[in-house]
């Protein structure tokens, strides 16, 4: 059942509230939280839809921020959505209109569950500083999504600038079952250490940065990102080992190919996965997620170190000069004015002769 409210108060939302659970018998004492969306009017429905499916393992209320224009007289329109149109939760959509578009965090409050905990989500437009902005001030989790962005590696460096416990991202999310198919793969024989790996993944897939930034701050070797054409999403892994590399590869029919030295190669199901087991992976827990705080602070920069070596190494190559790691560090000297000595022609002689 859906209920519109047009030109309404939070007031009057609550008190329709209360009128539907007296004569309706619907209960909010079974809502184990608040989940607030902050999204733009227009694509607001595809969240609703997540929430909504996600609600029948995690029962909520869902709170739907949908921002309107910014011009004109201030005004919120109200709905409630209960019964089939809301899973096994109770939905209050507020479209925001005027200056009440950046006022969501007062509308709100009077809506939210009393002594539960808030979960926010940004499926699009998340603020610079989660933590910091006002709806996720009153959050205990605080969930954005680096693949809206129009720019999703740059957003992933700027989210480890801005992290607070709390905060997490579903870039992150996507790579659970990835994450559980290479942890499990490396606990079969022969137990032999990863010299290396290389993540292929699109190149604007935030998740294929995450992963590479994962294993390399785990299995301590160089960690190679590969990009391909946009859109693709994750597609391989390759973990180099004595025996043989190891390949983890996705094709677009959500079937995976691990391929093993002296093994046949096996088809698993790797699909992509969707935005409702995403929110609900996110809802089962409320705890800072502590490994996402350390690929965003060690693991992209390791991998991120190994690039521009790369870089350098494929530089000197071209231009004909021995590869290098690294620069040769030395007292503020330039380093090609120490790796010969310099010489100087005897005016008397015509001789060559090295300087000291």
Known sequence: MIIDIPATTTGAINKKLVDLRESGGMVSTSRVLTMVIVTDESVSEDAIRAANEASFEHPCRVIVIARGGRRGTPRLDGQIRVGGDAGASEVIVLRLFGELVDHGASVMLPLLLPDAPVVAWWPVSEPAVPAEDPIGALAQRRITDAASSKRPHATLLER??????????????????????LASTLDQPPFETITSAVVEGASDSPSTDLLAGWLAMRLKCPVTRRKTKAGAGMQSVTLTRRSGDIVLSRDEDSTATLSTPDQPDRQLSLPRRGLRDCIAEELRRLDADEVYHEVLVKGIPLVLDNDRGATRRTARKADGRPALPAPLETDGADPESTSKPKRSRSRKSGTTAAAS
């Open 160 to 181: 480890e600038k801005s992290y607070q416990p709390g905060d997490t991202d579903l870039a992150w999310t996507r790579l659970t079952l990835w994450r559980g198919l």
